[in-house]
């Protein structure tokens, strides 16, 4: 049998469902395609975005890392951690010793507002802030001191919500969740009792999902109002757009329906409040030392449904601005990107060069490859076609009743691997790659070295009584689990 082997940067959702898709379309071809995949992260950990992007409070969503345990702990799939693309090996390392290389590092940057004061202490991305929550190992646990009273989140999307209700929630809340320990004291020890999140047009075109929004109304000693008058659908919208969504979109409306009832309470008087503001767009972060107060600006949609500023500005006392309104992907060292969409240029996940024409050996998927849009679900879709696209260039064509592709055989079927036995083929795997690491000092993070972790913060768990995992606090405690210090 046929044997193709191919690295896949980024062990996040993208990467590791584009591996699944590997696995399982090269078997399901006409004539079945052995496959091998190396999957190759930065960080010491797997999951991406599932473990470093999703609150410790969602534990329904972070159960999506049980499913993709199930991808990396195939036989064909090989977890290589704490290895740079970049620093410690190129882009032309890659296509020397892999068939193919699938690029799925997602969107790592939040977009800049652009406003004066943006750069002042107490002004940051919403992805610091998360990355903070989330224990990323790029994060200092003591970055946030959370000394401020009130605090503006700018954006009404998903990620908005979370970072809101981590700042708003009672911290024993979140004593039973992977939350590290640094982050829970900070937690309790916060100021925060106010939180503002603001959006720059009406609660019909708000990103959220209706469940995570719900949640936010019923969080213990919290009162949720809105700003006066902004739930109403067309005191700001002269295009008639707001009401043509909530009659026509059965999510606008599920959201609309948490928002109006909002709007309809008398706050109880909680000692945290959340104000949900919208149809303000923000145009200068104040103070001189520190962020002192944030101005905003009434907008409204005209006839023509675009976006308007009115004139009318108010200013938040606040002492702390989060900016939540987008990711952005960064470039990979040496890989074609487009500085306009942030993507890496592609046809249906190929990698088109400068002259528009596909790159051989070249793949990309996830928000790297269309911009961060859609869910983590959206992504095995997305896998799915990028690797009907690899198939059809490297293993002659898809399988029975699969879609059809164009192109097939771009790019020669690899020699028949004359290993039988599973164990004599494993050895042979990825060789090249192997020896390249070895020869440059590189010690990478392997699977059975990330159980180790996983047990070190199950061990953790147990000796601080919460829950049943607990994350390590840095980078250092990180290697010190799997023997890397």
């Known amino acids: 049998m046929n044997t193709l082997n191919v690295a896949v940067i980024g062990s996040g959702p993208?990467?590791?469902?584009?591996?699944?898709?590997?696995i399982k379309q090269g078997a399901a071809l006409d004539h079945p395609c052995s496959v091998r995949v190396d999957v190759l992260?930065?960080?010491?950990?797997?999951?991406?975005?599932v473990r470093y992007g999703v609150a410790p409070d969602h534990k329904s969503i972070k159960s999506i890392a049980d499913y993709?345990?199930?991808?990396l702990e195939h036989e064909g799939v090989r977890f290589i951690g704490a290895v740079h693309l970049g620093q410690d090996v190129t882009r032309d390392d890659l296509l020397s010793c892999y068939d193919a290389v699938v690029y799925a590092t997602g969107a790592m940057r939040d977009r800049r507002l652009g406003i004066p004061g943006e750069d002042l202490p107490g002004s940051y991305a919403a992805t610091d802030f998360v990355n903070w929550y989330c224990g990323h190992p790029d994060m200092d646990p003591d970055r946030f001191a959370l000394d401020a009273e009130s605090v503006a989140v700018i954006g009404v999307g998903n990620v908005a919500v979370d970072v809101a209700r981590i700042l708003i929630r009672e911290p024993a809340e979140l004593a039973e969740t992977d939350v590290s320990q640094p982050v829970l004291d900070a937690l309790f020890a916060s100021k925060v009792r106010e939180v503002h999140m603001i959006g720059r047009r009406g609660p019909a075109?708000?990103?959220?999902?209706?469940?995570e929004l719900r949640e936010l109304g019923e969080?213990?000693?919290?009162d949720v109002v809105v700003g006066a008058g902004e739930a109403d659908l067309d005191a700001f919208d002269a295009s008639g757009e707001s009401s043509r969504l909530v009659a026509s979109d059965r999510h606008v409306r599920g959201n609309y329906a948490v928002i109006s009832d909002w709007a309809g309470r008398s706050p109880a008087g909680a000692a945290r409040r959340l104000t949900v503001r919208f149809w303000l767009a923000p145009t200068q972060i104040l103070g001189s030392q520190r962020v002192e107060g944030l101005t905003v600006e009434r907008t409204r949609l005209d006839a023509d449904g675009r976006l308007t500023g009115t004139g009318q500005h108010e200013t938040l006392a606040v002492q702390m601005v989060l900016r939540s309104v987008?990711?952005?992907s960064v470039p990979l060292p040496g890989v074609p990107f487009d500085d306009r969409s942030h993507t890496v240029p592609n046809a249906e996940g190929r990698v088109l060069g400068p002259d528009g024409q596909p790159l051989p050996g070249e793949y990309v998927a996830g928000w790297l490859k269309r911009g961060p849009t859609g869910v983590i679900g959206t992504n095995k879709s997305d896998a799915a076609q990028t690797v009907r696209g690899l198939?059809?260039?490297?293993?002659?064509?898809?399988g029975p009743g699969d879609v059809q592709l164009p192109r097939p055989g771009l790019l020669r079927l690899p020699e028949a691997d004359p290993a039988d036995g599973a164990g004599e083929a494993r050895v042979a795997w990825s060789a090249p790659f192997a020896s390249l690491l070895a020869e440059r000092g590189i010690k990478p993070v392997s699977y059975d070295d990330w159980l180790k972790i996983e047990t070190a913060e199950r061990e953790l768990a147990a000796a601080l009584d919460r829950g049943a995992r607990v994350k390590l606090a840095?980078?250092?405690?990180?290697h010190a689990a799997c023997g890397l210090s």
């Open 219 to 222: 969080l213990a000693g919290v």
């Open 41 to 49: 992260d930065r960080l010491p950990t797997p999951y991406g975005l």
């Open 326 to 328: 987008g990711y952005q």
């Open 391 to 398: 198939l059809a260039d490297l293993a002659g064509g898809p």
């Open 68 to 71: 993709l345990r199930g991808v």
């Open 205 to 211: 075109q708000a990103k959220f999902t209706t469940k």
């Open 474 to 478: 840095s980078r250092a405690d990180i």
């Open 14 to 22: 993208a990467g590791l469902y584009t591996a699944e898709a590997l």
